[in-house]
């Protein structure tokens, strides 16, 4: 696994966020990847796929968006919301000077990701959509909801290890008790009094939980559309996620003929970009990237 730098910078609002920074392998220069985490997750997420594309010569950004992991929480409840988060990108990236980026979005990350292209689209170069679109499942957002924001303290890293084997069995079968205990060293933390919390902020969850996530809507379909249809994008979907069920998918290829699409078997929602499916089609897709 290779090292990361960490980047610490302030939003426009004045939020200090933070971000891991992969170096590329030496070699001909080529556009950065930004990685953009899920709803209740992470940078840490991309701990192992963030190698594999910098290992391909590309400059690698993994951010933790607003209250989560090691970026502060908001006072502000209202602001968890794809316009703030894409806001906050394009802060990453101006003050970094990067005036373009391919963009790798996981769930909430595509959603923030199509918010980016619906606002300065010259910003995005390609895309990847992991198992998500513009138009999703009500079965998905409901189990989201379930769980999202509503897990209380736990005692040990066999009980956080547990919790989210519960609330993620359905999606991924075959996880093995050591990869379940992976998964909690990345979304939790141990606080002083040795109990551990999930690293982000319960209110992220509110806007889910309280129906103003919709399913779909007219601006969500413009700005898949505007993206899609202009810039080189692939859609990654686990073959059991219920947030982007067959028919959603469906409806993403029918909008967007030139998409290209992958599909992992025997997972659900959402890949971790690392299965030999997704990782592959990630490859030859950016292979055709500058």
Request: glycine share 8%; proline share 6%; net charge positive.
């Amino acid at each position: 696994m290779s090292t990361y730098s960490e980047i610490r910078f302030a939003s426009a609002d004045g939020l200090q966020l933070y971000a891991r920074d992969y170096p590329g392998n030496t070699g001909q220069a080529r556009l950065p990847v930004i990685c953009i985490h899920g709803l209740t997750r992470n940078s840490a997420d991309f701990d192992e796929l963030a190698p594999e594309l910098a290992a391909m010569g590309r400059r690698v950004i993994a951010v933790d968006v607003r209250g989560r992991g090691h970026s502060a929480r908001d006072p502000n409840p209202a602001n968890y919301n794809p316009v703030v988060y894409a806001g906050d990108i394009i802060k990453l990236m101006d003050d970094l000077g990067l005036a373009r980026a391919i963009f790798v979005g996981t769930s909430m990350g595509g959603l923030i990701t199509m918010t980016l292209a619906a606002r300065r689209l010259d910003l995005i170069a390609a895309a990847v959509l992991n198992d998500v679109g513009p138009v999703l499942s009500v079965r998905g957002l409901q189990r989201i909801a379930g769980y999202a924001g509503r897990c209380n303290a736990l005692g040990s890293w066999d009980d956080a290890a547990a919790y989210l084997r519960d609330i993620n069995a359905c999606a991924f079968p075959d996880n093995s008790s050591e990869e379940w205990g992976k998964w909690a060293r990345r979304a939790f933390e141990q606080k002083d009094d040795g109990q551990l919390a999930l690293r982000y902020d319960p209110n992220i969850a509110t806007a889910i939980q309280t129906g103003k996530l919709r399913p779909t809507s007219l601006a969500a379909r413009m700005a898949f559309r505007r993206l899609a249809r202009r810039r080189p994008t692939l859609l990654v979907r686990g073959a059991l996620s219920d947030l982007v069920e067959p028919e959603q998918a469906q409806w993403m290829r029918k909008a967007a003929p030139e998409m290209q699409y992958a599909e992992v078997p025997n997972i659900g929602h959402a890949p971790m970009l690392t299965e030999p499916e997704a990782l592959d089609a990630i490859r030859a897709f950016l292979a055709k990237q500058p």
